[in-house]
C-alpha cells in the first residue's frame, strides 16, 4: 500500500486567495486530506464511503464550506434557510 509520500496529491478545486487550501490523494481504501502549505504535516484519513457523501452534500448544498480571512481556517456549516 503506498505511504502518504508516494500518492499524487492535488489540490483543491477551490481555494482562498492567502494559499489556504487542502490537498487531497486517494489511497487504496481511504481518501487522503492535508494542508497544502504543509507537506509533512498531518494527514487525515477518510473512508471512501463518507468521502463521497461528504463532496456529494457539499455539491448539493447540503454543507457550506466558510474560510476565515484571517486565520484561513475552513469552517463547515449548513446552508442558510431559504425563505420560500
Not at 494559499?19 to 481504501?29: F, N
Not at 464550506?65 to 475552513?74: F, N, P, Q, V, Y
Request: charged letters at 25%; proline letters at 6%; glycine letters at 6%.
Amino acid at each position: 500500500m503506498p505511504t502518504e509520500h508516494e500518492v499524487h496529491w492535488r489540490e483543491s478545486s477551490v481555494s482562498t486567495p492567502n494559499g489556504a487550501c487542502v490537498q487531497v490523494a486517494e489511497g487504496m481504501l481511504d481518501m487522503m486530506v492535508r494542508d497544502s502549505k504543509d507537506d509533512d504535516g498531518p494527514v487525515l484519513h477518510v473512508r471512501r464511503p463518507s468521502w463521497r457523501s461528504f463532496t456529494y452534500k457539499i455539491k448539493i448544498n447540503r454543507l457550506c464550506l466558510d474560510a476565515d480571512g484571517e486565520s484561513g481556517t475552513i469552517y463547515l456549516t449548513q446552508p442558510e434557510a431559504r425563505a420560500l
